[in-house]
Nanobody, 120 residues
Framework: QVRLVESGGGLVQAGGSLRLSCLAS????????MGWYRQAPGKQRELVAT???????NYADSVKGRFTISRENAKNTVYLQMNSLKPEDTALYYC??????????????WGQGTQVTVSS
């Protein structure tokens, strides 16, 4: 079994910063892409940013230039540095990982989410 645990969410004023972390643990052979998604009340879950095992990144247009995704492969950890936060960034942020749990067994895992609230 694989578990993803997010941390680092909280309440911040507009213009402030937060850093989210997500640690993957369990029966992990290797991890392909890792990423962050978010879901605001009444809205669908949307991609925020992803990063491959080699460090290639992809961002939603709404966060480009403000958010930075990074990872430490040796620690099975992905981070999301969020700067210049806006009230519209308020959401529950989920970590996602594409994990090989065996040589021919690959599955997608999600964390429970961490709340980010940005006040105006």
């Amino acid at each position: 079994q694989v578990r993803l645990v997010e941390s680092g969410g909280g309440l911040v004023q507009a213009g402030g910063s937060l850093r989210l972390s997500c640690l993957a643990s369990g029966s992990i052979l290797s991890i392909n892409a890792m990423g962050w998604y978010r879901q605001a009340p009444g809205k669908q879950r949307e991609l925020v940013a992803t990063i491959t095992s080699r460090g290639s990144t992809n961002y939603a247009d709404s966060v480009k230039g403000r958010f930075t995704i990074s990872r430490e492969n040796a620690k099975n950890t992905v981070y999301l540095q969020m700067n210049s936060l806006k009230p519209e960034d308020t959401a529950l942020y989920y970590c996602n990982a594409d994990v090989y749990i065996g040589v021919y067994s690959r599955r997608d895992y999600w964390g429970q989410g961490t709340q980010v609230t940005v006040s105006s």
